[in-house]
């Protein structure tokens, strides 16, 4: 057998491949929207995928099961209860699928979607014991499935709890502790609130110390995993959506490069300018109204949050680096890339009436700016179980998956300095806040870390 995970930290992804060297057929299971990696190992090892797996229905990211179904013919793969409209399988609890030597077995484990299926793997017909399950995202390192994602569909999150607790009771916990965990999820993932960093463990170890699992009965159970889950970004009901349909593939022509007079015009007419560059670069100058998702940090989930599916994207990002933000916003379904600014810095120098730059205070500012305004508002745009942990005294409270639908709370008029744990977040919110005309927007370098270091939180 030939086993590979494919981990994309921005995303905490996990995908996989699973091929038989005997026969050399091959599947993936959730695979990413830029689906080249696969190829190329499955290319290398002589082997074809014939098969492309969803555990269920995603929500966090846009799946490359048409892409692979389209490169390589493949068979795409879903439980019995998946409500998906293109061509695909449909699979019982309990029933397997042998490509030569390894088998998959099948144990449909709703709770999460009510089309999950968890997918565990024997490397020979005759084991004893399987080699591993994956779980999707019914079972985490350190965390269940969240239950609350179809709330919006009419599905009540108790409902939904029950029935993940006894997927995990009856489907999975049965197994031999020895079972390898493989999850679709990992620290940092909207999917859950107590994701581990680890990518792999075992039935037993989960048994011994997931919070979810050692709870006495169902009632605590569902207590628990409905209560204190992360806000739900807005893009994940669109990705959903676009997971269940069929969808234009992954662009793959090249990016233009825009002057600057062209992309003043399209943001007029209402494109989003999307700066991707660090926020200490951004800060010394951008295009004014544009917002900032740096690169460097969990790109496509944060510009899902504040970029609209229908709007139309100009990029601003250092050279050679276009490309990769292109990809990377396509994982989260926003494909209206239209082009990138050519030379930003030069377009900047030679045109500064179009450029801004970005107001940024220390802890030590913040303090005395606090002192200073009375009319000053703090935004928290951190997430409930980080606040929860220590905030700065008096802060108001929207998480930045909200904060696009929630910045008319706010007063424009009034002078704001918007915080995360580190600065990458509050960047983005106070750009966002600058696109919607506040007057007055500031951040905070180093987030809360640098506000407790200097002992005044709340």
């Known amino acids: 057998m030939r086993f590979t995970q494919y981990y994309l930290g921005c995303l905490s992804q996990a995908s996989y491949l699973i091929g038989d060297e005997t026969t050399g ?3 993936v299971i959730d695979p990413r929207r830029d ?4 190829l190329d190992d499955t290319a290398a090892a002589g082997q074809r995928v014939e098969y492309v797996i969803e555990t ?7 799946s490359g099961h048409l892409e692979l179904a389209a490169l390589t013919g493949a068979t795409v793969i879903y439980g019995a209860g998946a409500d998906v409209h293109f061509p695909h399988r449909k699979v019982a609890d309990g029933e ?4 030569g030597q390894v088998v998959l077995e099948f144990r449909a484990t709703p709770g999460h979607t009510p089309e999950s299926i968890s997918i ?4 020979t017909p005759g084991a004893a014991v399987p080699y591993g399950v994956l779980t999707g995202d019914t079972l985490f390192i350190g965390d269940v499935g969240r239950p609350d994602l179809l709330a919006s569909r009419g599905q009540r999150p108790e409902d939904m709890a029950r029935q993940l607790y006894r997927s995990l009771h009856t489907r999975l916990l049965c197994l031999p502790d020895s079972t390898r965990v493989y999850p679709a999820h990992g620290a940092g993932s909207a999917c859950g609130k107590n994701l581990s960093t680890a990518t792999v463990s075992t039935i037993g170890e989960q048994r011994r110390t997931n919070y979810a699992l050692r709870l006495p009965n169902v009632e605590e159970f569902v207590r628990a995993v409905t209560e204190g889950q992360p806000p739900r970004p807005g893009y994940f009901a669109h990705v959903a959506e676009l997971n269940r349909e069929p969808h234009q593939l992954l662009p793959d022509e090249q990016l233009h490069g825009l002057p600057l007079d062209e992309v003043l015009q399209y943001q007029a007419d209402g494109a989003v300018v999307l700066d991707v560059r660090s926020p200490e670069a951004f800060a010394r100058g951008h295009l004014r109204r544009s917002l900032n998702v740096g690169l460097e940090g969990r790109f496509a989930e944060h510009a ?4 609209g599916a229908d709007e139309n994207i100009v990029l601003v990002c250092d050279p050679s680096r276009d490309h990769e933000a292109r990809v990377r916003l396509s994982r989260v379904g926003l494909d209206s890339v239209i082009g990138a600014l050519d030379q930003p810095a030069k377009a900047f120098f030679e045109r500064p009436g179009v450029a801004g730059i970005a107001s940024r205070l220390t802890a030590r500012q913040l303090a005395e700016a606090r002192a200073e305004i009375p009319d000053l508002v703090v935004l928290d745009v951190r997430g409930p179980g980080e606040r929860a942990q220590g905030s700065v005294g008096g802060s108001i409270h929207i998480p930045i998956a909200q904060l696009r639908e929630r910045a008319g709370e706010l007063d424009p008029a009034r002078p704001v300095v918007t915080y995360c744990a580190g600065g990458y977040r509050s960047s983005i919110a106070a750009s ?3 696109a919607r005309g506040f007057a007055d927007v500031s951040d905070l370098i180093g987030g809360y870390q640098a506000w407790a270091a200097g002992g005044d939180s709340a």
């Not at 689906?35 to 696969?38: K, L, N, Q, R, S």
């Not at 397997?96 to 490509?99: F, G, H, I, V």
């Open 25 to 27: 057929r091959a599947v």
């Open 432 to 434: 966002l806040l600058r």
């Open 96 to 99: 397997r699928l042998n490509l």
């Open 304 to 307: 899902g949050e504040i970029v």
């Open 56 to 62: 269920h229905v995603h929500a966090d990211f846009l």
């Open 120 to 123: 565990v793997v024997w490397e």
């Open 35 to 38: 689906v080249g990696a696969y």
